[in-house]
């Protein structure tokens, strides 16, 4: 790869960091640490490398489950490299993974195209690592393709990732990328019914897996374990790993892994006459499809609406975040960060014609689960609670942490359409979205079965203060909490501001 400064190269590096977190299955650091890198894009880039570190970003982005800021930050990263003909290790870097993201929204087709391009190019660059990366890309979509695909015609496509994987794994012997060409390897042993072998390269995947704490590789391992017990007819066998790489796909939030296995092994559970085992599979498989495409309808339509002004605008907001700004118990924003940030928020939204909502949640009897779960299981609910928050929120959006169980979400609207003089209420479902998002997460671990977590959300909007808007959601918070809380209420002007006793 080209020397293009040491800020490149750390970026570059930091942003492998949170890939092994998540491959790692730690989610909240990760995005404790993704969040910091956010705001640091070093300057003076060349096109390709600066589209290389915000696709890697995207990527990432995509794995938190955070779709409309994977999209808004894969937007930005291709407009900048529109008018540039793909040259050198950054440009393949950046051309597999987008490739990678169009097979996570269903693109097969042109992922495989751009995979393709992607490999080309990256033969033609100095950083083996990155061609073993887009090789990696482009076998693993065509594995997929080949599980999609009739049995007569799956084995030629397998055939075609093989020798892909083992270019790979020639060019690189330790490390992330090795493994990850490894597990998938054998799946396309498997495929073409090289048992044997396939077996052998998914144990050594999976011992190296463990030692290096990758759980990406290790749900891919089992999945060719299962693969080949199938195949075998050892259907039992075929379920424990299926079951064990179902399991890891979710931990890791690879929403194309646990829709992949989670089909395969409502497969084996019908072939091996287990019906309840089938059911649970298809319920995993369609939850994961159906969220999936849910987000990403609501990600596309936010990303076609608003592609240049939200990264407009998240320029401006990630490159003002301080540490001093930050909450040390959950990584968001706090008071100070907020109250630094949200004028030019205001400011912005009113010369776009766009409409400011500020959405106040407040936990519901949160004394209660503090005095019964002890304050270290508190602190983890609330930290919970913000990675509810990041998931549900959008890349543009401010969240904060505004005072002991209270937080803070400060959004845009869409442009106001002065045609009809009418506005959509984005910051309603937003705060509708969070709200379900905490009564429908699954504290039992965390907290017991007799704590069960709820938010009570109020909203207001206007080109108004912050001041005025967070009084205001403060009032429609309060109806929230009076009305029977884990409800959502929003402010209309004809409240009444009389003095209100404690919550």
Request: hydrophobic share 45%; with cysteine; proline share 3%.
């Amino acid at each position: 790869m080209g020397h293009d400064g040491q800020g490149a190269t750390e970026a570059l590096l930091a942003d492998q960091e949170v890939r092994l977190l998540i491959d790692a299955g730690r989610a909240n650091e990760a995005n404790s640490l993704f969040d910091q890198l956010l705001a640091k894009v070093p300057p003076d880039l060349d096109p390709w490398t600066r589209a290389a570190i915000l696709t890697r970003r995207a990527v990432a982005a995509w794995r938190l489950k955070r779709i409309p800021l994977a999209l808004e930050l894969a937007a930005e990263g291709w407009s900048d490299i529109d008018a540039e003909k793909p040259t050198g290790s950054y440009a393949a870097d950046t051309l597999g993974r987008l490739g990678y993201l169009l097979d996570g929204i269903g693109h097969r087709r042109a992922a495989l195209d751009i995979s393709r391009v992607s490999v080309e190019v990256a033969r033609s660059g100095e950083d083996r690592d990155i061609l073993a990366h887009c090789l990696q890309g482009l076998a693993g979509t065509l594995n997929f393709r080949a599980c999609e695909l009739p049995p007569e015609l799956a084995e030629a496509t397998f055939r075609e990732a093989i020798p892909l994987f083992e270019e790979g794994l020639a060019l690189v012997t330790e490390g992330r990328i090795h493994i990850a060409l490894l597990a998938a390897y054998g799946a396309a042993l498997a495929g073409i019914g090289e048992l044997f072998r396939a077996e052998k390269t998914a144990n050594e995947a999976l011992t190296l897996a463990a030692r290096q704490d990758n759980r990406w590789a290790r749900s891919v391992g089992n999945w060719v374990l299962s693969m080949v017990r199938r195949r075998q007819g050892r259907l039992d066998q075929a379920t424990g790993f299926g079951r064990i790489a179902v399991d890891e796909a979710e931990r890791i939030n690879d929403a194309s892994l646990l829709q992949r296995y989670s089909q395969d092994l409502a497969d084996i559970c019908h072939e091996n006459g287990d019906p309840v085992g089938e059911a649970e599979a298809l319920r995993r498989n369609i939850s994961a499809r159906q969220t999936a495409i849910e987000t990403l309808q609501e990600g596309l339509g936010q990303a076609l609406e608003q592609r240049r002004l939200a990264i407009r605008a998240q320029r401006l907001a990630t490159a003002a975040q301080e540490l001093a700004a930050r909450d040390p118990l959950t990584g968001l924003s706090n008071r100070l960060g907020l109250e630094r940030s949200a004028q030019g928020i205001l400011d912005r939204a009113t010369a776009s014609g766009r409409i400011p909502w500020l959405v106040l949640i407040d936990v519901d009897w949160f004394k209660g689960v503090n005095d019964v779960a002890g304050h270290a299981a508190g602190d983890a609910a609330l930290r919970e609670v913000a990675q509810l928050l990041r998931a549900e929120c959008r890349g543009g959006d401010l969240i904060a942490r505004w005072a002991g169980d209270e937080f803070v979400v400060l959004l845009t609207d869409a442009v106001t359409d002065h045609s009809e003089g009418r506005t959509s209420p984005v910051g309603v479902a937003v705060a509708e979205r969070i709200r379900l998002a905490v009564d429908h997460h699954d504290w039992t671990t965390m907290l017991g079965v007799s704590q069960q977590p709820t938010v009570s959300v109020g909203v207001a909007t206007g080109h108004d203060t912050l001041e005025r808007l967070f009084a205001n959601a403060d009032v429609a918070l309060y109806r929230a909490k009076r009305h029977g809380r884990n409800r959502v209420e929003v402010y209309t002007p004809s409240e009444d501001y009389a003095i209100k006793p404690p919550r």
